[in-house]
């Protein structure tokens, strides 16, 4: 952003701007966003921010392609281009005039290529409705909105006939009276002026001769000339109407009483071509005019125009004004440029802006001299209110003399600092002499032959002024001595960048306190003031008053916002603080601040070290950007009234899929969220501070998502997510001043930002639940399906024992008994060996039919049953067994018995079939809640895992008879270590 700062010395007035010396200037243009090539008006809404309406080249009826916008909102950041409505079919050549009406919205004049149409806009929706033209959606021709008596007035032209209007509040236009004119060809349109009195009116045009009407319509008067004169300007101071004719630089006022124009008294007038004349709110004027490349602010003191500003501009074409206050400041456009102005305060004067201050000093009652960095030194003459450059001359050439750290003067001789040398100085001629020895930072005078000045890691020096001679004093080769004080010719304190050096000039002795005794030990200034003793600034806004008696520090300021201390000025109720952000009066009896910054009129924010004087009431404090001069009594911190408001949001429109800007107020408002669609989830954002009125300014913005971290924007007023990630988000958005408070309240905005159908978490959700379910669902026919096989196999078993019931009957009743009627026969013919045969058949049968059914457990029970199994076994065979069986007969049902015997059984085969054994063992036990059955042998063991894989019928088997009792079976088994069959069955 370009800023310029133009100069003028003027003389002293009261009325409108006060007393002041230079003007703050910036200019706007297609680099910051500003595209109007020539503006036809400006005006301000009730949120502050500036609307700028014209026409640019591009919107010409010969270009067929309009991309330039002929409406923008300046926020005091960045211009938005405001489009119009889309139902307008007419080629746009711009817009004529933007005319705020008592509600808040504008009355829009917008100029077609062959006509004029009429519009209300919402500056907060930046929503257009068309106002019908006597039944017409536009007019050809039609003036600019005029107001007089709380009545808006409109002149509007249709063929030859111009009609005088009131526009209602309804935006119906009421007709007064209609009127033609003699001349062949004439346009109401943006040149046309209305004046209304009690009376009649005046309406004027340069199409036509100045014509004066009663309310009726009755032409009371032309005012002829030749050649032809029209009101090309007016505006109105202390209730009288001022005009200028076209061509004419002679001020003019309206007669109200004899309904004539006549020069004014003395016939003040304009040397130059007037352009533009301004009321603002408060009826003050200002008259605008420009010449010789020369632009000039000027208004009516009694019967005299008188200049108040002359500012260089190169070129001008056409001026448009608006202020909201014009001893404040104007917004002034010309030559496809915005121009802001800010007038001076009249509490506060600035000399030498762009200048960055160092030495100050009184040289007599009116003169005072000021150094500066790096631009030599200036007389500052207080009766003139003027600044002239002093000129210092060395072996007869100009030498300049720059960063000067302190000036003394003695008689006719000026003794001070530049760079690297101590400076000599005769006052009458502003001749010089050098003396250098080494960069000096900071410089006092211990009395009237020595001076004492500090360095950069070098020493504490000393300099003779009637030897010349450079005297080191303490060595500081590891301190950066920003600054030095003395009391009494002998005491001094050296601020450093690592703490306080204190030394005895007479004792030539010194103490240093480091970091260990401060909060903060880098120190920027220090000052002995004869009420508060040795003070001590340092780089994070601490002041500490040292106590030479009792050699203490202790703190009697701490800044709210750790500004570094340039320097301090003793007042009566406590300090003036000049800061590195901002200025502060400190009381010091009830520590109350006031802090005052650029917007209370200072030129900078930032004071300077070295740079600051008291004379009388008025003190001079120098900044990184001039010298301010002030009487600290005359400020009043400025309220703050601004407050942070959503302007635009940019972003994707899936009905048109397009990008969209939105405007309207309504859709920020907290209840609302804004939604981004899963296309594109793109968002920028801009807002601003109202109740600023675009006015320059130095607060800055940032913003956090969901409470998280902080983002700095700095004086940024947009926010860009290029693709936010799906989900909701709690925007906030704060703004502060120059010195870190938050100005208002915050911004909150809502978003949505959505997720695609199949990251959603219905979809998710619904998901879930279908594959719970396709689980569930295959889970339970495994179970059914597992359930089906363990009845089955259940069944199987069941079947076999009721066949070995059957198979044991059939071989009890039928086989045995012919087998033992053998036997007798054989016995009876004395068939010795056919008898033996048959009982030994007859035996295995039963032994067969006992295996298959043993009604031993009927008669004997379970557990003698097992003990009988037992005792066969060993009968007849060579492994030995041995048991441990308890009676558990009444805790098993009889099918219980069946199956717990038949797992016995089955054990038992197995061992002696395939472990090879030399023993095992059959332990019984009741236990709690069970029954626990094992059986273990000595034999070779097997590979259980490879068993089960292998679907072996017999495990297949134990396991399905365990199931049937409810129970838990458990085999381990190792090679060459025997096996352990265990099984627990509930009870």
């Not at 930072?441 to 009237?448: F, V």
Request: hydrophobic share 35%.
């Amino acid at each position: 952003m370009k800023t310029i700062y133009n100069c003028f010395f003027l003389i002293l007035f009261s009325i409108g701007f006060g007393q002041t010396t230079e003007l703050y200037q910036k200019i706007y243009d297609n680099n910051e966003g500003f595209e109007i090539d020539f503006v036809q008006t400006l005006a301000f809404d009730d949120y502050g921010f500036l609307w700028i309406g014209g026409n640019n080249l591009d919107n010409r009826l010969i270009i067929a392609e309009k991309s330039k916008p002929p409406l923008q909102r300046f926020n005091g950041y960045s211009f938005d281009n405001i489009p119009l409505p889309n139902d307008i079919t007419e080629d746009v050549l711009g817009v004529s005039q933007l005319f705020k009406r008592d509600n808040g919205n504008f009355y829009v004049v917008v100029k077609y290529a062959n006509s004029y149409g009429l519009f209300e806009l919402n500056p907060s929706t930046t929503e257009f409705k068309h106002i019908s033209i006597h039944g017409k959606q536009q007019s050809f021709g039609l003036s600019h909105i005029f107001k007089y008596n709380n009545n808006n007035y409109i002149l509007s032209q249709e063929g030859r006939i111009i009609t005088l209007n009131i526009l209602e509040r309804d935006n119906t236009l009421t007709p007064l009276f209609s009127f033609t004119s003699e001349e062949n060809k004439f346009l109401v349109e943006e040149a046309t002026q209305f004046i209304g009195f009690e009376d009649y009116c005046i309406i004027s045009d340069d199409n036509f001769a100045i014509k004066y009407f009663d309310w009726n319509g009755n032409l009371l008067k032309v005012e002829s000339s030749k050649p032809r004169k029209w009101i090309d300007e007016m505006f109105i101071s202390n209730n009288t109407n001022y005009i200028f004719k076209n061509n004419n630089s002679v001020l003019q006022e309206i007669d109200v009483a004899t309904s004539t124009i006549k020069p004014v008294d003395n016939k003040p007038y304009l040397d130059n071509l007037h352009l533009n004349t301004y009321n603002d709110e408060n009826n003050n004027h200002l008259i605008i005019s420009f010449e010789d490349r020369e632009l000039k602010l000027s208004q009516l003191e009694g019967n005299t125009i008188k200049t108040k500003y002359k500012i260089p501009l190169r070129k001008c074409d056409g001026i448009k004004v608006v202020s909201k206050d014009l001893s404040q400041d104007i917004w002034l456009a010309t030559d496809g440029k915005l121009h802001y102005f800010k007038f001076p305060k009249q509490n506060v004067k600035t000399y030498l802006r762009d200048h960055s201050i160092r030495a100050i000093k009184q040289l007599d009652s009116t003169n005072v001299i000021v150094s500066t960095e790096a631009k030599g030194w200036f007389n500052l003459n207080r009766k003139t209110d003027s600044t002239t450059p002093i000129i210092t001359r060395l072996d007869g050439n100009n030498s300049s003399l720059n960063s000067s750290r302190n000036i003394f003067i003695e008689d006719n001789t000026i003794w001070t600092s530049s760079v690297s040398n101590i400076i000599e100085l005769g006052q009458t001629d502003y001749t010089l002499k050098k003396y250098r020895h080494y960069p000096v930072i900071a410089l006092e005078q211990l009395n009237d032959s020595l001076l004492l000045y500090g360095t950069n890691g070098y020493n504490l020096m000393s300099f003779n002024k009637k030897t010349k001679a450079h005297i080191p004093l303490v060595s500081t080769d590891s301190l950066y001595i920003f600054d030095i004080a003395i009391k009494d010719q002998k005491n001094i304190l050296c601020a450093t960048d690592k703490g306080a050096l204190v030394y005895d000039f007479e004792n030539n002795t010194h103490q240093f306190y480091d970091a260990s005794q401060f909060e903060d030990s880098f120190f920027l200034m220090t000052d002995y003031l004869k009420d508060y003793g040795f003070l001590l600034g340092s780089r994070s806004g601490h002041i500490l008053n040292y106590d030479e008696k009792n050699k203490t520090f202790s703190k009697i300021y701490k800044d709210e916002f750790n500004a570094g201390i340039a320097t301090i000025i003793p007042q009566q109720t406590g300090l003036w603080i000049n800061t590195f952000n901002g200025y502060v009066d400190f009381n010091l009896k009830d520590k109350s601040t006031k802090r005052y910054s650029d917007k209370d009129g200072f030129s900078n924010n930032e004071a300077n070290r070295y740079s600051a004087l008291k004379i009388g009431e008025q003190y001079f404090v120098g900044s990184i950007d001039g010298l301010n001069v002030f009487n600290p009594n005359d400020l009043k911190p400025l309220d703050e009234n601004a407050n942070l408001i959503l302007l635009k949001a940019n972003w994707y429109d899936e009905n048109s899929e397009t990008f969209k800007d939105n405007y309207d107020q309504n859709i920020f408002e907290k209840s609302k969220t804004i939604e981004l669609p899963v296309e594109n989830r793109a968002l920028s954002l801009s807002f601003a501070l109202k109740n600023i009125y675009a006015r320059d300014n130095s607060y800055s913005f940032k913003y956090r998502l969901n409470d998280k971290d902080w983002v700095n924007l700095k004086q940024q007023n947009a926010i860009a997510f290029p693709n936010l990630a799906a989900g909701n988000y709690n925007l906030e958005i704060i703004a502060s001043d120059f010195s870190g408070n938050q100005v208002g309240e915050p911004l909150l905005i809502k978003i949505k930002s959505k997720e695609f159908f199949y990251k959603t978490w219905w979809f998710i959700v619904t998901l879930s639940l279908a594959v719970i379910a396709v689980l569930l669902y295959f889970l339970r026919q495994f179970q059914l399906r597992k359930k089906l096989q363990d009845q089955f196999a259940l069944d199987l078993i069941q079947s076999q024992e009721d066949e070995r019931k059957r198979i044991a009957r059939e071989l009890h009743d039928s086989v045995s008994q012919q087998l033992t009627l053998i036997k007798r026969k054989a016995q009876s013919t004395e068939q010795t060996e056919i008898s033996e045969l048959t009982n030994n058949t007859l035996e295995e049968v039963r032994h067969i039919s006992r295996g298959l059914f043993p009604p031993l457990l009927k008669q004997l029970g379970f557990t003698e049953s097992v003990e009988q199994l037992a005792l066969d076994i060993d009968e007849t065979n060579a492994i030995f067994i041995s048991t441990n069986i308890e009676n558990v007969d009444a805790l098993l049902t009889d099918d219980q018995s069946l199956h717990l015997y038949r797992f016995i059984q089955e054990c038992i085969n197995n061992i002696l079939k395939h472990s090879k054994a030399k023993a095992f063992a059959i332990t019984i036990e009741k236990q709690k809640s069970l029954i626990l059955v094992e059986i273990k042998d000595n034999g070779k063991g097997f590979d259980v895992s490879s068993a089960k894989i292998k679907n072996s019928l017999g495990l297949k088997t134990l396991e399905e008879r365990i199931r049937f009792l409810n129970g838990e079976l458990t085999i381990e088994s190792k090679y060459n270590q025997g096996t352990t069959t265990t099984a627990k069955i509930p009870i």
